[in-house]
């Protein structure tokens, strides 16, 4: 599956040059990742309305900033979708969400 906010993070992690010492520009980075968003095999979540509400729920519930928006509106368009394992690196940034199993790799 592929949430509209993995898009995203991946436009700004690709082109970031304090990550990467060749980072791709915009221009390579929108090219990558259009193909695999409209790929027949690419299952695609968007959020529904009821996810903005759910968002400053989690926010509030949690005490989390602005560093952690992006972050809360993938676990809750995820938690919409019936979604209930994410892969990622970033393991620390989901643990609050306790209707999310974090995969990390190894």
Do not use: Y
């Not at 791709?24 to 990558?32: G, K």
């Not at 900033?65 to 994410?86: F, N, P, S």
């Amino acid at each position: 599956m592929l949430v509209q906010e993995v898009c995203w993070e991946f436009l700004h992690v690709v082109t970031d040059a304090k990550r990467f010492t060749s980072p791709l520009t915009m221009d390579s980075a929108r090219t990558l990742l259009l193909p695999v968003w409209q790929a027949v095999e690419t299952s695609r979540v968007a959020p529904t309305p009821e996810v903005v509400p759910r968002v400053l729920e989690l926010m509030a519930k949690h005490q989390l900033g602005r560093k952690r928006i992006l972050d809360t509106a993938l676990a809750a368009t995820l938690e919409r979708a019936g979604v209930r394992r994410l892969a990622t690196p970033n393991g620390a940034d989901f643990r609050c969400f306790p209707f999310i199993e974090v995969v990390e790799p190894a």
